[in-house]
Nanobody, 123 residues
């Protein structure tokens, strides 16, 4: 199983980025997918989850209204559209997969993790 995240970079406050995570080695359409992030010196934080079919999503309060998680099952890809970025969004962003139609926000609910992509938001 592999999850390959990409799309991170250095942006300014207020800018947008779109992260992608391509999965392989799993039947993607049966997995819930999530995004987490970890800022320097902080614990890993849940960002968003999408169910296997793509019709159900959930967001952390800190990103609600600014971030959108979506997926393209035929392309085995999950996305995180990030708008109105703030310096507090600076972190390594990880995608994760769970062998279940729907999971919540706990890291232990996810079976597989990607390596992460760095997002840096300058003020």
């Amino acid at each position: 199983v592999q999850l390959q995240a990409s799309g991170g970079g250095l942006v300014q406050t207020g800018d947008s980025l779109r992260l992608s995570c391509v999965a392989s080695g799993i039947i993607f359409s049966t997995y819930s997918m999530g995004w987490f992030r970890q800022a320097p010196g902080k614990e890993r934080e849940w960002v968003a989850t999408i169910n296997s079919g793509g019709g159900l999503t959930s967001y952390a309060d800190s990103v609600k209204g600014r971030f959108t998680i979506s997926r393209d099952n035929p392309e085995y890809t999950v996305f995180l559209q990030m708008n109105s970025l703030k310096p507090d969004d600076t972190a390594i962003y990880y995608c994760a997969g769970a062998d279940d139609a729907w999971v919540g926000r706990r890291p232990y609910e996810f079976n597989f993790w990607g390596r992460g992509t760095l997002v840096t938001v300058s003020s």
